[in-house]
């Protein structure tokens, strides 16, 4: 009697352990009895970049047994360097100066065309797309008109204007001093409101060698000082 009830008492407490494991083991989303630990970036690639700098070019093997082949970056929130896939953008300026036209082709097989430019002082170069108001003047000249869409709403017209920093030339839309110049020649009278304060008279003047005028205030003549002294007349002599 005594074998039957110590048998009886250990099977309660084999059930018993049981039931408690089941109910800590985690379950998945999916119902599931394990949820797979969240793994990070493969050690491969920041052993890759040990005792190297940012930007050196480095090889490591992915996930899948692929050769990738990147350059050694920091992480956005820091650590260890790791061994990173070249960006499209990057790969499109490799050897290119920057302002340098590159292509880039998305997964879709579509052609962006842009330019090389550095996103930050010693960052590497980046294929930009140009922008709608330098899109509307790749085909037009210096001065001439030029239409497009600022926020893909709001049309806007101006003139087609080479920056003096990159040479590339955009889309501006004209200001007052410019508007109250148009149809006009050099050195003409002209007068405009600008934003804040009285109206401004002045003379259109050139911008650069191209064909736009801007209206500008004439400068201020010098102030008059006092009139220079007459020269004393030798009295007359008698006869």
Known sequence: MKNALWILV????????????????????????????????????????????ARAECVFKGQDGEQVKGVCMAPPKGGDLRCAPIPLGEKACEGKAAGDECTVTDTNGGKVVGACTAPAEGSALRCHPPSPAAVSCQEKGEGEQCEFKR???EQVKGMC????????????????????????????????????????????????????????????APPKGPAPPKPETPPKKAK
């Open 10 to 53: 250990m099977l309660l407490s084999v059930c018993l352990c049981a039931t408690t494991l089941k109910a800590q083991t985690p379950k998945s989303p999916a119902g599931g009895d394990t949820v797979k630990a969240k793994t990070g970036p493969p050690a491969a690639s920041t052993e890759a970049c040990k005792g190297k700098t």
């Open 151 to 153: 926020n893909s709403k």
């Open 161 to 220: 204007v080479s920056d003096p920093m990159s040479g590339e030339r955009r889309c501006q839309p004209p200001s007052a001093a410019e508007i109250a110049c148009r149809g006009k020649a050099a050195l003409a009278e002209c007068e405009f409101k600008p934003e804040s304060g009285p109206a401004v008279k002045g003379a259109c003047v050139p911008v650069g060698d191209g064909p736009i005028f801007r209206c500008q205030p004439k400068p201020a």
